[in-house]
């Protein structure tokens, strides 16, 4: 499904190393969610973003630190990761409205990061 | 602590047969989704249906909810091997102002040709 896309699709890194997962949607959707994805677990919600601002924070630890400098576009700046954050980042979108806030969400394919 | 929790965890069925998987989740809500996900992909939606709903019809599936039971049920009817994939259910919570989407581990299911 297209819509929603995310680079890069993998990364590879080490532990002091800074990187940045961007995400961007072509839907016109108002609101923006990063996922994390591990085997076996269920997926995790960790940052929402509407209207460009957060909204929630799910408890993740400062080394990921989101951006939303438009409603189209979605930052995760990675820095000094530890060998427990390789998993598959998901991002997705979805509109917004005050009656009804949980719309069906939009995602991308995801990227795969390995931390070594 | 987990809201949808589906089951069976894996399921594999032949090609041509029906396949039900099920959700059972911990508090009240406001609709509850069913997305798929192949592999080394994203999340697709499948279906919503809202709390006062019981069931629910998309092409080849069938989506229940019982609200007095916490539960819903997927039914792929005529499954083909494309159908391989995983699938989850997530439930929205009652009230506006919460987007949060909670999501189980979902059911891994195998369609053989």
């Known amino acids: 499904e297209t819509g929603v896309t995310q680079t890069p699709r993998h990364l590879v890194m080490g532990m002091t190393n800074k990187k940045s997962l961007k995400c961007e949607q072509h839907?016109?959707?108002?609101?923006m969610y990063w996922y994390k994805q591990s085997a076996k677990k269920p997926l995790e919600l960790m940052f929402v973003?509407?209207?460009?601002?957060?909204?929630e924070n799910n408890s993740v630890p400062s080394r990921f630190s989101p951006e939303c400098p438009n409603s189209s576009h979605l930052f995760l700046h990675l820095h000094t990761l530890q060998p427990e954050d390789s998993a598959l980042y998901l991002c997705?979108?979805?509109?917004?409205?005050?009656?009804?806030?949980?719309?069906?969400?939009?995602f991308g394919d995801g990227t795969r990061l390995s931390i070594l | 602590s987990q809201q949808g929790e589906e089951d069976p965890q894996a399921l594999s069925i032949q090609e041509g047969e029906n396949a039900t998987m099920n959700c059972s989740y911990k508090?009240?809500?406001?609709?509850l989704q069913w997305y798929r996900q192949n592999s080394g992909r994203g999340l697709v939606h499948l279906i919503l249906?809202?709390?006062?709903?019981r069931e629910k019809h998309s092409g080849r599936l069938r989506v229940t909810l019982d609200t007095s039971k916490k539960s819903s049920s997927l039914l792929i009817t005529a499954s083909r091997a494309a159908d391989t994939a995983s699938y989850f259910c997530?439930?929205?919570?009652?009230?506006?102002?919460?987007?949060?989407?909670?999501f189980g581990k979902g059911t891994k299911l195998s369609v053989i040709p």
């Open positions: 508090t009240s809500i406001n609709n």
């Open positions: 249906i809202r709390s006062n709903e």
């Open positions: 973003y509407n209207f460009k601002e957060q909204t």
């Open positions: 997530a439930t929205a919570p009652e009230g506006a102002g919460s987007y949060q989407l909670t």
């Open positions: 839907l016109g959707h108002n609101a």
């Open positions: 997705a979108s979805s509109q917004v409205t005050y009656r009804d806030s949980n719309q069906p969400q939009h």
